[in-house]
């Protein structure tokens, strides 16, 4: 199986791939953390709605709209408006506004990604009818057996209705995209490989996968012990990408943020190893800390303007040149 290939052939193969297939271009998703409230209360993660130790926020529409034309103005091809999960009807009248407020704002030009978790059909219809185009909901993980260990067990946090989430969003015509995290407790060589099978059967358009990092105020804390050592599921989650990038050559594969906890490079390691997709942080400075999925997730106190600098010079390191102003749609199916 290719993840016991050596990381070095394995990363060499899959960017000859890339390099014949996407190409050399890198392109900008500016990543907008809307509002930290989340129904969920999934056992990895810092927003779950039972960690009381964080302050819960909603940006304004206005913050949102300031976000989005500091994409524009930067030629960013498109944003990501990303929250935790919330099933309301005040809820989805926000975001139908929002869409038509930055449709309208950017003449139409910018592409707009969903990850608002798992709603109705009807509720993904009348955001797509109103202007966004793709929709990302991780899987987290494609085993029904782990998954049941990492969530909660009731109605709320179940397997199926989450792969029926993804099946609509496709039937509805998103570009969908899904992933899944990286050395979690419990987590075998064989379920990551079914992972990227999970990918190839649903035929997936982008991906973002990232490593698991404990959050030290989450029930999965606990078994902070067990984790592979840095270094390692640095490697691991390396050779997800290249291995995703070998399966699926066309696909959008993001650099994950979490990789550059791991590593001060861990972003542009991915990028040599077949990721395609950057998602720099636009959320205002002072939500960031509230916006904590994990422990040390990096860019806490970077300025938009700060990221977007220090983004170019990662993607030029890397070797790649930024897709300016273009939606970066996956184009061969
Ligand atoms: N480590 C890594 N990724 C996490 N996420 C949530 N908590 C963690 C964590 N502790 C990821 C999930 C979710 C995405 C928004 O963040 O995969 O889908
Ligand atoms: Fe909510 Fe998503 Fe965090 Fe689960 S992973 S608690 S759904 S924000
Ligand atoms: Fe935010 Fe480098 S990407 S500081």
Not at 207 to 231: E, S
Not at 300 to 325: F, K, M, Q, S, V
Request: charge should be positive; proline fraction near 5%; aromatic fraction near 8%.
């Amino acid at each position: 199986m290719t993840l016991h290939l050596p990381l070095p052939t394995l990363m060499a193969r899959a960017h000859a791939v890339k390099t014949a297939t996407v190409g050399h271009r890198v392109y900008l998703r500016g990543l907008i953390e809307f509002s930290n409230r989340c129904r969920k209360n999934c056992y990895y993660c810092g927003i779950r709605h039972g960690n009381r130790t964080i302050g819960r926020y909603e940006l304004t529409d206005e913050e949102v709209l300031q976000a989005v034309d500091f994409a524009w103005r930067n030629r960013y091809g498109s944003i990501v408006l990303q929250s935790g999960e919330r099933q309301s009807a005040h809820f989805t009248a926000r975001i139908t506004r929002l869409l038509q407020q930055i449709k309208r704002h950017t003449q139409g030009q910018i592409g707009i990604t969903l990850s608002c978790g798992e709603q109705s059909y009807d509720v993904y219809r009348q955001w797509f009818e109103a202007g966004a185009h793709r929709y990302l909901l991780r899987i987290e993980t494609s085993s029904p057996a782990l998954y049941a260990k990492i969530h909660p067990c009731n109605p709320t946090h179940d397997f199926n209705t989450r792969l029926a989430a993804l099946h609509h969003l496709k039937t509805i015509g998103y570009l969908t995209g899904t992933g899944v995290m990286i050395g979690l407790p419990f987590q075998t060589i064989d379920d990551l490989a079914n992972d990227l099978l999970f990918f190839q059967q649903m035929n997936i358009d982008m991906v973002g996968m990232g490593p698991y990092i404990a959050h030290r105020d989450t029930p999965l804390y606990r078994y902070h012990t067990l984790l592979p050592p840095p270094a390692q599921r640095l490697e691991l989650a390396l050779k997800m990408v290249a291995a995703l990038r070998l399966l699926m050559p066309h696909i959008n594969i993001a650099a994950a943020t979490a990789l550059q906890t791991l590593h001060p490079t861990g972003r542009e390691q991915a990028i040599r190893a077949g990721a395609n997709v950057f998602m720099p942080n636009l959320t205002p400075m002072k939500y960031r800390h509230n916006y904590r999925l994990y422990d040390n997730k990096p860019c806490l106190n970077d300025a938009p303007n700060h990221c977007h600098d220090c983004i170019a010079t990662r993607i030029r390191c890397a070797g790649e040149e930024i897709g300016y102003g273009e939606w970066g749609d996956r184009t061969n199916c």
